[in-house]
């Protein structure tokens, strides 16, 4: 008797973790056949030759050796790296700073918000479209202003030569400083209205709370927003193309990023192997920046 209840209810937990498993199944296998076994794939690729035609041959080493004396690849991870250091801290500090801004109580706050975070959900096309005429050579209404207020005779080329990487910083702080702006919102209304209570009794100023109150406070929501903040830096693509790819979507040797060149190398010279070489060194940068990352913060909060 005891058997056949042991059987019966090891059949229905059986059954129970199929139905489970059923309903996984199909998030898992989507996963295993587009994300798993292509990254897996990608990775073994760095160590082959291959043109996606040809039959594939092992290379070794030799797709990383080329790393070394790939004058394209340096000047790629360079600027990907200038457009992460001008990213980032401008992007937190915009959006930290309209954080505090619109969590005062003025007068149609919910409105400044929403304007706020307009960009970006705004269609990409769109917003550089409207960047293109703003910031165009002869037409634009900003090298108008250096032209005839300023009196600037050699206007800027703002998407070619040495400024288009500002362009690019500054095009990526408006459209994201919005999102992290909220992020940083959920983060303020977190605080305790006590501690600041206890500050102005103290005499405290407006910086000196901040700097001892808001800014501690703050810290697990900075360190989300630099982690996240960074590894989209690292992957930035649809921007540079949009915005400097120009006509035929190219990009010059000035704002040639790293993902950018994954793709020119993969689709355009059908180089497999050395692409997936160079997705393996951003893979392995953007891996070590966020594991410095998490131990900075976890020695912070040891201390």
Known sequence: MEKSIEKSRVRRDRKRALVAYSFIAPNFIGFAVFTLIPIIFAFALG??????????????????????????????????????????????MASLGLAIILNQKVKARGVFRTIAFFPYVA????????????????????????????????????????????????????????????????GLQGISGELYEAASLDGATTWQKFRYVTWPQLRPTTFFVTVM????????????????????????????????????????????????????VLFVLVLAVTLIQFRGQKKYEND
């Open 47 to 92: 160590f082959l030759k291959w043109d996606g035609n040809n039959a594939i041959q092992f290379a070794g080493l030799d797709n990383f050796i080329r790393l070394g004396s790939d004058t394209m690849f340096k000047k790629s991870f360079i600027n990907t790296i200038i457009y992460c250091i001008g990213t980032v801290p401008l992007t937190m």
């Open 123 to 186: 269609s990409l096309v769109a917003i550089t479209a409207v960047w293109s005429m703003i910031f165009h050579p002869s037409k634009g209404p900003v090298n108008a202003f250096l032209y005839y207020v300023c009196h600037v005779e050699n206007l800027p080329n703002w998407f070619g030569g040495n400024l288009v990487l500002v362009t690019l910083i500054l095009f990526s702080v408006w459209k994201y400083m919005g999102y992290y702006m909220v992020i940083y919102l959920a």
């Open 229 to 280: 903040l960074t590894i989209n830096c690292f992957k930035v693509y649809d921007i540079a193309i949009m915005l400097a790819g120009g006509a035929d979507g190219k990009l010059g040797t000035n704002s040639t990023v790293l993902v950018y060149y994954i793709y020119q190398k993969a689709f355009q010279e059908w180089d497999l192997g050395y692409s997936s070489a160079v997705a393996m």
